[in-house]
């Protein structure tokens, strides 16, 4: 059964701790055997999506950081970040789970949407907002969800008055919303269960972006 080993959390505090190369060689194959039993986690979850969604790749993003362009030249993430990716075109919105010390968290959403399939999505938003306000307004979804955490512009972005009464939607760049869990509850047997609900939660959101993303403003398919 795929499970969350309950020596993760203390590996990766031990491995933000001494975050060097010559710490890491050392331990390797300790990490490896730790990074199988998250790739079994990431395929459970994988395998839940599947009965009511369709993932096209599952991605385990590796432990090396890219330092080239950054002021922290630490060579290693000190969390595991899996990313699960829908069919496209027809499917849209991504699937993400952060294990992390503290910070285990899944998200889903449009964390960079191109500039086409944002264009799209505001000038939506510009005509009408009460399908994206009723899906992600209901109870349900906030009880799992919250709002959205994404990014935006201060103002209007450009082409869009900043009058518009929508423009608090209208504004973001990025549609993201966010589910944390406590260490007990990742190293829990059932884990891989409740982030596949946890997930299964935003699929009306997603069902709606999809329609838009597949569609022009008179709704015919652009597919």
Same mark, same amino acid.
């Given at each position: 059964?795929?499970?969350?080993?309950?020596?993760?959390?203390?590996?990766?505090?031990?491995?933000?701790?001494?975050?060097?190369?010559?710490?890491?060689?050392?331990?390797?194959?300790?990490?490896?055997?730790?990074?199988?039993?998250?790739?079994?986690?990431?395929?459970?979850?994988?395998?839940?999506?599947?009965?009511?969604?369709?993932?096209?790749?599952?991605?385990?993003?590796?432990?090396?950081?890219?330092?080239?362009?950054?002021?922290? #030249?630490?060579?290693? $993430?000190? +969390?595991?970040? &899996?990313?699960?990716? *829908?069919? %496209?075109? /027809? !499917?849209?919105?991504?699937?993400?789970?952060?294990?992390?010390?503290?910070?285990?968290?899944?998200?889903?959403?449009?964390?960079?949407?191109?500039?086409?399939?944002?264009?799209?999505?505001?000038?939506?938003?510009?005509?009408?907002?009460?399908?994206?306000?009723?899906?992600?307004?209901?109870?349900?979804?906030?009880?799992?969800?919250?709002?959205?955490?994404?990014?935006?512009?201060?103002?209007?972005? #450009?082409?869009?008055? $900043?009058? +518009?009464?929508? &423009?608090?939607?209208? *504004?973001? %760049?990025? /549609? !993201?919303?966010?589910?944390?869990?406590?260490?007990?509850?990742?190293?829990?047997?059932?884990?891989?269960?409740?982030?596949?609900?946890?997930?299964?939660?935003?699929?009306?959101?997603?069902?709606?972006?999809?329609?838009?993303?597949?569609?022009?403003?008179?709704?015919?398919?652009?597919?």
């Amino acid at each position: 059964m795929a499970q969350v080993p309950k020596h993760t959390f203390s590996f990766l505090r031990s491995l933000k701790k001494n975050n060097n190369r010559e710490w890491f060689k050392a331990h390797k194959p300790e990490f490896k055997a730790l990074e199988a039993d998250i790739k079994m986690v990431a395929e459970a979850v994988t395998t839940g999506l599947n009965q009511a969604d369709r993932i096209e790749k599952t991605k385990l993003f590796r432990v090396y950081r890219d330092v080239r362009f950054s002021k922290d #030249k630490t060579p290693y $993430k000190s +969390h595991f970040a &899996i990313a699960f990716h *829908r069919e %496209k075109p /027809h !499917l849209r919105g991504g699937y993400y789970l952060h294990i992390s010390p503290g910070d285990s968290f899944v998200a889903g959403g449009f964390w960079n949407p191109n500039k086409e399939d944002l264009f799209r999505i505001r000038k939506e938003l510009e005509v009408d907002a009460e399908e994206y306000k009723r899906v992600v307004e209901t109870a349900a979804f906030k009880a799992v969800w919250g709002s959205n955490v994404g990014e935006g512009v201060k103002t209007a972005p #450009k082409g869009f008055s $900043k009058e +518009h009464p929508n &423009i608090d939607l209208i *504004r973001f %760049k990025q /549609h !993201l919303f966010s589910h944390s869990f406590t260490d007990k509850e990742v190293l829990e047997v059932d884990f891989p269960d409740k982030v596949v609900r946890t997930f299964q939660a935003i699929r009306p959101f997603f069902d709606y972006m999809s329609n838009v993303l597949t569609t022009d403003l008179n709704g015919e398919s652009i597919l």
